[in-house]
């Protein structure tokens, strides 16, 4: 990755720990769960609505560091409006973004501002950070209360 399109995605992160969007408990939700990192102490509650297998909102609230809030407001932006189908194909392109593993290539113009979370894995101790709120908002939607520790 060029330093340019790092310092890209490190601006995207900071912007959205600076400004997290879709913050706050979210009334009327139909699902939530709460996750915990024991890693780095970050705790998350993500709040859906899911009607008609389609998601219509998408909240959060942390007490976390800024890799996993921003992770968190770069998810509620990806995740709202997208069916269930489409929302389990955003959220394995997170995994896949985060993955040392693989190493894929990000694109801005394909993937949209999750392409900064692959700007994470140059940091692979806080990668737990960021893909806490995507495994929050599955266990949500899974209907498990709590996540656990791992
Ligand atoms: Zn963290």
Redesign the pocket.
Known sequence: MSDDLHDLYQDIILDHNKRPRHYGVLPDYTHTAAGY?P????KIDVFLIVQDKRIEAVQFEAA?????KASASMMTETLIGKSLDEAEIAFKRAGELLSTDRNVAADLSVDGEIAALAGVRKFPA?I???T?PWHTYIAALKGDAELGTN
């Not at 890693?39 to 970050?42: A, N, V």
């Not at 976390?64 to 996993?68: E, L, P, Q, V, W």
């Open positions: 990192n890693l780095c102490g970050d976390c560091c800024a890799i996993c806080r737990k950070c960021a806490l």
